[in-house]
């Protein structure tokens, strides 16, 4: 991402390769980071570990974006911190806008999974489920389904 600095603004300057995530766990973002590489070059990654944040921001990157992977459970940033929201919220807030790209829901909690899904499902999004199975789900199975919804 290219930033530009002033003195009372930042703008920031995206391509329409830009991939946005809501994972709140440290090693699985370091673990897509690495899968981001490995699955082209020119890519711009998104993350963010709070569902609110991520609403708030939403409107400024979607347009630019070639995915979307969102997770449901969320914890706060800090033990007793404020509640991050989860993924039906961005999911729900995602349905009042025309979609622009896939959306994959990569959340072991199956029954709001499913939840996620109708919504975005119902709004006209593409959406497709990993779930977080095993110790190398993000690099095999989360890698091959972006690699595939990207190129398409």
């Not at 703008?11 to 973002?29: G, H």
Request: charged share 25%; net charge neutral.
């Amino acid at each position: 991402m290219m930033h530009l600095e002033s003195t009372k603004y930042q703008f920031f300057i995206m391509s329409k390769r830009t991939i946005l995530i809501l994972e709140d766990d440290f090693t699985r973002i370091e673990r897509f980071k690495v899968v981001l590489n490995s699955i082209g070059t020119g890519f711009e990654l998104k993350v963010w570990r709070n569902a609110k944040k991520m609403i708030s921001e939403l409107d400024r990157y979607i347009q630019m974006s070639v995915l979307i992977s969102l997770d449901h459970d969320l914890n706060p940033v800090k033990p007793g911190g404020s509640d991050p929201g989860d993924g039906l919220d961005v999911a729900r807030f995602l349905a009042s806008r025309t979609p622009v790209c896939p959306v994959i829901i990569h959340s072991s909690n199956i029954s709001r999974s499913e939840m996620m899904m109708g919504e975005l499902e119902l709004a006209g999004w593409k959406v497709k489920c990993v779930g977080p199975i095993g110790d190398d789900w993000i690099e095999i199975d989360w890698a091959m389904l972006a690699s595939k919804l990207i190129s398409k």
